[in-house]
């Protein structure tokens, strides 16, 4: 089965760090670009950060630049985000995504940053 699930997400501080996993099944992972996009209550999908299909090359939206880092491992089929400095504007379901292809999303994963 074709699919991407996501796990790692849950409940911290502000300051506080997460790592934020993507889990690839079905498909040839390492030849597509992924994208990590998240939703926020009540907002649309934003786009958070795009690694292409070696892992040599990341982009990240500026809300989020010096404070997440995106990062692949080809072998194990799985993507990753790795979150320090987290705010409470970054309280939102945060889903990894296929870039190409037919559209692929996963479940998401909440992540809630609250004092």
């Known amino acids: 089965e074709v699919q991407l699930v996501e796990s790692g997400g849950g409940s911290v501080q502000p300051g506080g760090s997460l790592r934020l996993s993507c889990a690839a099944s079905g498909f040839t992972f390492r030849s597509y670009v992924m994208n990590w996009v998240r939703q926020a209550p009540g907002k649309g999908v934003e786009w958070v950060s795009t690694i292409n299909s070696g892992g040599t090359s990341t982009t990240y939206a500026d809300s989020v630049k010096g404070r997440f880092t995106i990062s692949r491992d080809n072998a194990k089929n799985t993507l990753y985000l790795q979150m320090n400095g987290l705010k409470p504007e970054d309280t939102a379901v945060y889903y990894c995504?296929?870039?190409?292809?037919?559209?692929?999303r996963g479940q998401g994963t909440q992540v809630t940053v609250s004092s």
């Open positions: 995504a296929r870039v190409g292809g037919i559209p692929l």
